[in-house]
């Protein structure tokens, strides 16, 4: 700020106070942006620079607030956490052994009893339901066509003939 008896500072100020009466007869100055605003606000800015920011923050002076809480905030101590926090961390972590466990290579298992029942149960497993959805489809597929099947897959898979337990179209058609 110029002092009193500061006649350049005085005529900066005026010739400032003119070009800032020019650019409102021209129209608004235009909005710096944010890159911009966060150098002036670490004051990293040349004189030319700062004279424009200055010039938009007369304009707006609600934003001026804002320029200030980011001086303040770059001013301030960075945030430390306490001393009890840390230490409390740093006991959840324990000792650092420096031993270095290498890693072993996997062994190979030998073919033992256990992975053929494995290897066979599967096996049966896949055959029993192929075997099953077979007879079944083959079944939907001869009941669509409209050819006589006879009795069902299901029955002849499951059943003896003749048994109750699924009755066969014949038997309903009795009752």
Not at 22 to 34: F, L, S, T, Y
């Amino acid at each position: 700020m110029p002092g009193p008896g500061d006649e350049a500072g005085e005529a900066a100020l005026w010739a400032r106070w003119r070009a800032l009466a020019a650019a409102w007869g021209a129209g608004r100055v235009p909005e710096p942006d944010a890159l911009l605003l966060a150098a002036y606000a670490e004051g990293r800015l040349d004189e030319a620079a700062a004279a424009s920011v200055e010039d938009w923050l007369a304009e707006e002076p609600e934003r001026i607030a804002d320029v200030a809480a980011a001086r303040a905030a770059i001013s301030a101590p960075p945030a430390v956490a306490p001393e009890g926090l840390v230490a409390r961390a740093a006991a959840l972590v324990g000792p650092v052994d420096p031993q270095i466990v290498p890693f072993r290579y996997p062994t190979q298992r030998a073919a033992g009893w256990r992975s053929v029942a494995a290897w066979g149960g599967l096996a049966a497993s896949i055959l029993a339901t192929s075997l099953i959805g077979f007879a079944l489809g083959n079944d939907a597929y001869v009941t669509l066509a409209g050819g006589s099947a006879g009795e069902s897959a299901v029955q002849d898979l499951f059943e003896p003939p003749g048994s109750g337990i699924l009755p066969t179209m014949e038997e309903d058609s009795s009752l």
